[in-house]
């Protein structure tokens, strides 16, 4: 099937996100569409999703103008749509999530979940995916949601399959196996829309690429005849940084200190500290326990064993209210479960950590509020309309800004940065990146939780390398490459 998008514009009352965008993907093609959070990749996608009408603009299959006016005629056309924010049910199964709308049933009318699981462990072997159909959906991490919508893309035979962020949560291995199965589905004719940050992944996977830029096309071609740095110059209008971002600054006293940090199944006898002024740095591979030792550390992963202390004083922190009492900051890993209220405008989300602090004769002062998340809003430049409107109205990238001017205005002693970036555009990460080393020269104490290598390699003074819940090794920015960093998350 071949796509074309002529002339497409779409506005959001004064805010024009689509102007005059042309796109097109053919049989057996993998074309890369990028650029920042805001850009408008999302907007184009759902009105060919059929979740957006556009204002003006023609949609061409195989030649024949189609206007989709809801998902499902999208569906029925042969497009299928794996979103950035995950569309699955965690109180049903992994079967019943993927025949959600078209599930089978048997000739006397019920149900028929034996043919439905078939189906299901029939595209799992394709994969090479060890998945129970029967497991709920609420079990399984971030990779593996991620896999079962992918899954779901490949059980629909869709003949076009758009992919939006589709690796962000995977692992190295897992992120080659979906490689592996976009290469298989191109050979079948299969056309693949691949919407990402990681210009390596492009790089790899791509054949050709288009780049938007503040709801205007700005560049296309193959991938074949450019390369990551002209990709992320197209992105961001300018040249970006690729060098390491470490200075050389004196570090206070220590902040945090652990002494044998053990939760079973999760993190066993983990020890480190963390100096003011310091950005260390904890890496591995996905389910190494990092997250889960530093979800401890804030209150929020339940009981732990071992010692921690605050300033060299000792500390057992219960919960988080006691963590933002003490100082200590989590911008966590997953933004849509954790990190902001969807039921709350921007500035709401934006400040909720510092309210008690300006409560005034029992009433919040808005206006207090409002002017601190300006300042950060204005320092962190938020793409955004009305302070308002609710935080979904944000793009990605956005929406992790205001999480991290949540606790900026908190003012904490260490702040745990997990995963900062992570679906994040080049412009977005380099903002993030600038905020940590500012924080780091005010005598911040800052950690990092990443998976990107390169990410500890350019931020952090020292990196802690997990492996199974324990830590295999630490090195010192010197000693710090991608090699060696792999070599103790691998276990060698």
């Not at 326990?289 to 605050?310: A, D, H, I, P, T």
């Not at 204005?378 to 990238?397: A, F, P, T, V, Y």
Request: charge should be negative; aromatic fraction near 6%; glycine fraction near 10%.
């Amino acid at each position: 099937m071949t796509l074309e998008m002529r002339g497409i514009y779409k506005s959001f009352g004064a805010n024009d996100v689509l102007r005059d965008i042309s796109f097109s993907v053919g049989p057996g093609e993998i074309c890369a569409l990028l650029g920042e959070n805001g850009a408008g990749k999302s907007t184009l996608m759902n009105i060919l999703g059929g979740v957006l009408p556009a204002d003006r603009g023609t949609v061409l299959l195989d030649g024949r103008e189609t206007v989709f006016r809801n998902p499902a005629e999208s569906l029925s056309a042969g497009i299928a749509f794996i979103h950035q924010e995950l569309n699955l049910v965690n109180d049903l199964s992994i079967y019943e999530n993927m025949f959600i709308g078209r599930e089978l049933k048997t000739r006397a009318g019920f149900l028929d979940g034996r043919e439905m699981c078939a189906r299901c462990s029939e595209v799992f072997r394709r994969m090479d995916v060890d998945l129970d159909p029967r497991a709920m959906v609420r079990e399984l991490d971030a990779s593996y949601k991620q896999i079962v919508e992918i899954a779901r893309a490949l059980l629909m035979e869709a003949s076009i399959i758009i992919m939006d962020e589709p690796t962000t949560s995977l692992t190295d291995p897992e992120i080659d196996r979906v490689f592996e199965m976009m290469r298989n589905l191109k050979s079948q004719g299969v056309a693949m829309v691949f919407i990402s940050h990681k210009l390596r992944e492009v790089m790899a996977v791509c054949d050709r690429y288009t780049v938007l830029r503040d709801g205007s096309m700005v560049a296309d071609g193959k991938v074949s005849e450019t390369d990551v740095d002209e990709l992320a110059k197209h992105m961001v209008g300018h040249e970006v940084r690729t060098q390491s971002l470490r200075k050389e600054r004196e570090l206070g006293e220590e902040v945090l200190r652990a002494e044998g940090l053990s939760r079973e199944r999760s993190f066993e006898d983990v020890s480190f500290c963390v100096r003011a002024g310091e950005v260390l740095g904890f890496t591995g591979l996905l389910g190494d326990g990092r997250s889960e030792l530093f979800q401890s550390v804030f209150g929020s992963g339940g009981k732990y064993q071992g010692q921690l202390y605050l300033e060299g004083r000792p500390v057992a922190v219960h919960d988080t209210k006691q963590a933002v009492e003490l100082g200590i900051g989590y911008v966590p890993r997953d933004r849509k479960e954790n990190g902001i209220i969807k039921d709350m405008d921007i500035l709401e989300n934006g400040s909720i950590v510092t309210w008690p602090r300006h409560v005034r004769s029992g009433l919040i002062s808005w206006k207090q509020v409002r002017e601190a998340f300006r300042k950060q809003a204005e320092n962190l430049r938020i793409k955004m309309g009305s302070e308002e409107d609710l935080i979904g109205s944000l793009s990605g990238g956005n929406q992790q800004k205001v999480v991290l001017a949540k606790w900026l205005n908190a003012g904490p002693k260490v702040l745990i940065f997990d995963n900062p970036t992570q679906g994040v555009d080049v412009g977005a990460k380099e903002d993030i990146y600038d905020t940590v080393l500012e924080l780091a020269a005010g005598g911040v104490a800052v950690i990092v939780l990443s998976s990107e290598a390169q990410e500890i390699i350019r931020l952090c003074d020292r990196a802690i390398v997990m492996y199974h819940g324990r830590v295999q090794g630490e090195l010192p920015a010197g000693e710090m490459t991608e090699q060696e960093i792999m070599r103790l998350a691998t276990g060698a």
